[in-house]
């Protein structure tokens, strides 16, 4: 029978390093050093609270930023840790060895383990969505200037895969634009639904502690006071807040998938950037592949999969249980690092990626004017005739087109049915680009402002 | 091989019935009688946009008013449907059975079918989130009311379901009414990320059909006009709204928890309503099952499971496939009628259950002042008792309260070493808990305002 | 405040219709005609083995038996239930009113409600899974069809959706039937896994039962006695079963993918089933839509959505707790019969999909020859030449056909570092396709056997 | 606009270290080296294929045998790939520089990077299926132990979490048992799954490869040659796997939610160990909380998160997309990782964890008798009350008891009305936790066997 030892069993207890798809200012986020940063503000500021309201001398709240400028070391506290089994007396511990065990007695005075875990949590979490929200402007830049760029790039606009009408590639860009605009607003709900702080005691009843201590804290740190917390602080805020990735994560998924159509070898529209010159992979210039979306596409499973544990973590057992615990110290940082990888090399491959606007006329033109059909159809019925002979005249030219690839508008031009009830001109007009295009300002306008 | 036929196969198109748990005001949205009147209506203000712009006659649209009072015969439309094998066609040809042929032909014109079902559907969200909205105004009115009777009903509070130290009752009501009300907030919201329309045409570029139009209905419906829609209206905020019914049901299941637990035979701090006088349930007093709080935390399952579909909704191909629509047809009417029918059900069980204050009371003193050993422990301390020595005290004396169920606070007082640090008016005041409840009104200050 | 009452509140105590996307056998399984069936085929065969064991008379055993013919009556039986708050009382009210009161008496004795329930849930279960499987032996024989049709039709192979090498649409075949037949295994497992009853009593303890009554009723209906049960039998097997539910869905949704990508207008190497003599949707032949696979990819995530709430409801709290009940009322019907149903939709798309071989052709020449631009590379280095000059032979002839569409062959032909190391001969055999269908035969033979 | 640089952005390619919850052996697993030596192994044993069927020269494949003892330099082959951008590349060209650049000429000749690496996952999958395995053995024995010898402790069964009947703490851990019995069932299956690997070329075509390399390759890994691959092992089999993993993770939970139920402070039937000894925990001895089988319930969250990824990975684009990769390079050691970790866990934790015998009996009398009330009522109504009387009869007794903590048992035999039905000795008898227990050794005997 295997039994847990030290030898076998390695329980983390920092936070972990997940350096698969990952930038150095989320990960460290993330770091037992920044952690234990937070920890320290946490309990100094605390300290400080404490003196103001005369409960701790002045002097051993000073004391306590004597280690202002320390950089906490990981490996000493782990070791104390080894002996106390507890992380947070750990780091306490060490905290006494730079400040001096006389000064430090009041250090943590009244309050609970959770006031510092769960404050610290929620400001590592605010900071993550700072770089989120700085993820999602920069995405934001890049998608409005291609926006710009290819306003007026006619390309086929595709229901179920299948040729509808014409649109731009502009368009695409835009409305991808709105998609990460609206996440850049949920993203930024998000933090203020995250960015709370508690220091209320073992079930939140401030029985040990002021609740001015909190206040203080949370205003030193940036969060807003949880209005009742019990010893946690409630986990509805996470659920939202992890639901809101996993929105961000769908949206990346969608332009991802976009991309990874355009560069289909029968499509070709676009592709993620590389450069002819190259030598190895130009060798075979068609097989250029959209490895870096086909990795979005997954990316986003991963950061969705955070979805349900979070919620699940909702419904503690009365003033807490720790089943939370581990659920979170995966989901966060493993979500907010794989979001913000996904997010940063999303923007790049915006940025970068060709466009390829003949290829776009050539797909359109695949049965030369076909897409022009509906048109057509309404004219002819507008113009008077009967929508069964209507279907009869589009049907029989279009099936030429279908089977043949001749062009579309010289067929109807040649059909004596067609040309009684529509002129030259009339029908020629029916081909015009500009009809599909003459509102894509006025989208442009809802869009990006004027 | 078997073969798809009329005969062994039914693909509903009407909004299904889902008479499980639901409640007849949230069913009725999903009605097909509900989404007919919808689809009149879009087309119907249409027509009058298009009138206002000249693009059709004046008296065609007023024609199509005069379907306004007309219950639309959902059999009539689905027969109309087994022939022409299009939805909003079969609807479109129904209509004009009432309106006239003449009169009617320029309904719909310039508009895709998307046009109707997407804003149809906003629609029915809109409303399903009114109702929702609703429900949690009720259930927070119940929640605040039980918090305020038992704002001052003593009860341990637990942390990993040991007890930890006193509480309230009515800390626990405010703290779920806090949450509700975030809930509240976050529902707000998802209404109005969707509460938007798009009559945009086939790719979305306005090509047949003027972007006024679209402002008309959206306005005449109480919806924002979609900045920038394809075929469709975009996903992410689908995404968005059911991730929020998510989040919700996941706090419903917190309440239900909550209250599962408090009615535990061992337990026995409150209950779902049951009247003693009954017959039947009463014969046997003790086996009353909190069958209501156990089914909403399966229901929250069920809510909760339509958010990844609805995020795996959001990619769709190009200007739209139609991949999301078997999932809405399925979670627009079940995520909605489940959430509404748990809301009201728990909101019925928060303001009729049972609360047993003196089982509180005696389930604090299971191990008679026991829970009090913490602060006792700090009292030493802060009095000049090394912390070995604090411990060893504090330790030989909750032993015996463990295994004989002795009083701790007479053990103390009977114990020279204690009582040599502190002095029995000290050790007394240790188990006031007054200690504990002292904050309760600044909780409830913060959580429902002064 | 909103009340719960008869007038405001419908809990379906009869199992669900779900009139969406279904047929009408699985449906069957799930009518509350069905459900009091099996109730009475466990309540009758129960007292038989009752009467065997000499608990209850043989002549009452018998007396049930006089409603073996008996259409129970479903709104009487609600009727009741309406009074007794107890759908499984209110069946045996009803029982007795058609076996007489004096004669029922004996029925259900020593039994728990869950032993009815449960074990009906899963009869229910086990048959939904013998349509399963024969949906899927349905599908394989569709498959299998097509795959010998087309074993020799050479397509691109597609890695990124970039041209690799060639293969045939029999391996795409073969692989879904490879792929499906696994599944056919797990869903015989699965259906194996979940044929288990239990008539054990309240806790499981068979304290009021004899253990050979519950023998009695599995073998009568094919069950096996589950071997420990509590009031409920384990959770562990439903997540299991539908586990495998969403394994198969996600086949589905793969095969379905592969249908869509290849209906798009760009790639048109196959369709779902049209008639180009239909009227209408042939008026515009290039917008035949893929919409019935779309519709699977959206089924396959909704069967995928039972997966997670029947895994939550494994953990059960003690002897059981009612949790799983409603997600069971609901994903019970909701993901076999929305299953059932795509299965067989599949079968019909496959058995009918329209493949269009010339086009296959004429997409793997897009770029003409370059798909065996890697063949010529390896060629060239076993000839001796370099991998910097392979590489720079390859890329500059690669390029000309990447940029003008010329054929590479003839480029390579007229390439005289080429010629210097490969005879035309040599050249010419780097273009046959027969190298890359040499062990198709093999392939099949390891799929369908030889 | 930041730009992805080798400065600002990780993408890990070695296989991830998750330092969290973690054990050495299924660590080791994923380790860069383990990834190198099985993938040189896939290329040796391909090599000696290539050889005996006279593809390249006898002594090229025995010389790829040198480097058989190499403990491949894991940064140097990230330098290589910092370079080629391609890690089998790199792989490769580190191996040639232990072989001899000339002698490795012909290593992976005919190959696929896929070919390695899918063949790799699956060896590393299966391996780690083996602990699992092996894990879940070691459980088995544990729950297998506690069940015998607590076979006999009598506890209250409870539903809904309200004392019903008996029922023993050896059913409980048999049941257990059985579950997990299920679950090793499950994972060999889910093994077999998975043991599968391919070396079939890009598109799975065996163009360039003999299938005989193939078959060679896997019989030396111990796998079974992948029937129909394409350029990738299909991934049904791994959503299958992965599935198994969830389901086994959710009955973690089970069994660690019946813990902690047990060690509540109302409870405490059971706990996780602890010793009374020890200093720091036991000055509290209330207060020792089940923080192990709460972490137990997170990783289960955990572990099932996965399952979703996993079958959103089954529907790759045609002969794959690479969108699988980074889900299963993270889901591919999280989820067996954690699950290795939690079963270990909880192997320790129901090894030692301790029974209070005591308290069962206690808690079953909390309300001293009333669990029997129900044999009482059914003995009236068989002594010929009627249902009504004995309902009346019962119902005052209880009533007495739920109020007053009287003993049921006395009640009734000083109710005459009772007395006048039932003898003493009957209603003594109706007591007799015998009536429970009689067919426990029945149960263990299906369970364990005879």
Known sequence: MPRMTPANCVKRKAPPMIPRYSRPDMVAIWS???????WFEIEAHACDAMADLGVIPRENAEAVWKAR????????IDEIEAVTKHDVIAFLTHLAEHVGAEEARFVHQGMTSSDVLDTCFNVQLTRAADILIKDLEDLLEALKRRALEHKDTVRIGRSHGIHAEPTTMGLTFARFYAEMDRNLSRMRDARAEIATGAISGAVGTFANIDPR???HVCDKLGLVPEPISTQVIPRDRHAAFFATLGVVASSIENIAVEIRHMQRTEVLEGAEFFSMGQ???????????PVLTENLTGLARMVRSAVIPAMENVALWHERDISHSSVERMIGPDATITLDFALARL???????LIFPENMLENMNKFPGLVMSQRVLLALTQAGVSREDAYTYVQRNALKVWEHRTDFKAELLADPDVTAALSPAEIEEKFDLGYHTKHVDTIFARVFGD
């Open 347 to 353: 923007t790049s491959v915006v940025d970068k990626m």
């Open 213 to 215: 201590v909190e206040e």
């Open 32 to 38: 037992p050093e920044t952690k234990f940063r937070i």
């Open 69 to 76: 400028d320390v950089e906490f070391d990981v490996a000493r």
């Open 279 to 289: 030598k190895g992979s130009s060798a075979m210039p068609h097989k250029k592949n």
